[in-house]
T-cell receptor, first 115, second 107 residues
Framework: KAGVTQTPRYLIKTRGQQVTLSCSPI?????VSWYQQTPGQGLQFLFE???????NKGNFPGRFSGRQFSNSRSEMNVSTLELGDSALYLC??????????????FGPGTRLTVL | GQQVMQIPQYQHVQEGEDFTTYCNSS?????IQWYKQRPGGHPVFLIQ?????EVKKQKRLTFQFGEAKKNSSLHITATQTTDVGTYFC???????FGAGTRLFVKA
């Protein structure tokens, strides 16, 4: 079974631009979560989507948005990029069955550098 | 809001020594998960604990969930160089991650 894939793997943008990151979950997984990882802040939860609906949202400004498609693929968008947005963006998918272990499977991440 | 604190931030051990990382939540958790991230890699799920006082073992790794379901620990017996990485705990409805404990093992 293929793992979680994220594209692109690396991205360089300049301040003020916007960026869209893509995540394809493991086949059959309906939940997709996004995290921002930086050396200083660790893993910060951005949002979770389940069946095309945002279920949870972390404490990030409105410049960070996302969506999920009917095939469970998800995109994350960051508008008006700031230098502090430079980070590794990780996507994780899970099966989410009631009473089951909700193991999250992480993708390799997209390394975003904002200049 | 809910916070998950993890200590220590770093730990240097000699190969063969034991290692423990602790996780504390500001609120009761329905479950807690542990992940390991190797340098340059992505987090990999290790285990999930759901019951108060639960203890689970995976070879040299022992995981505990506190009686009040607000704290957890991961203990590695006789560390090996392959144990190097950052260990994260995560819990709560929004899967809040602790800051992680980075383990360095000297051969």
């Amino acid at each position: 079974k293929a793992g979680v894939t994220q594209t692109p793997r690396y991205l360089i943008k300049t301040r003020g631009q916007q960026v869209t990151l893509s995540c394809s979950p493991i086949s059959g997984h309906r939940s997709v979560s996004w995290y921002q990882q930086t050396p200083g802040q660790g893993l910060q939860f951005l949002f979770e989507y389940f069946s095309e609906t945002q279920r949870n949202k972390g404490n990030f400004p409105g410049r960070f948005s996302g969506r999920q498609f009917s095939n469970s693929r998800s995109e994350m968008n960051v508008s008006t990029l700031e230098l502090g947005d430079s980070a590794l963006y990780l996507c994780a998918s899970s099966l989410v069955r009631q009473g089951d272990i909700n193991e999250q499977f992480f993708g390799p991440g997209t390394r975003l550098t904002v200049l | 809001g809910q916070q998950v604190m993890q200590i220590p931030q770093y730990q240097h051990v000699q190969e063969g020594e034991d290692f423990t990382t602790y996780c504390n939540s500001s609120t009761t958790l329905s479950n807690i998960q542990w992940y390991k991230q190797r340098p340059g890699g992505h987090p990999v799920f290790l285990i999930q604990l759901v019951k108060s006082g639960e203890v689970k073992k995976q070879k040299r790794l022992t995981f505990q969930f506190g009686e009040a379901k607000k704290n957890s620990s991961l203990h590695i017996t006789a560390t090996q160089t392959t144990d190097v990485g950052t260990y994260f705990c995560a819990g709560g409805f929004k899967t809040i991650f602790g800051a992680g404990t980075r383990l360095f093992v000297k051969a």
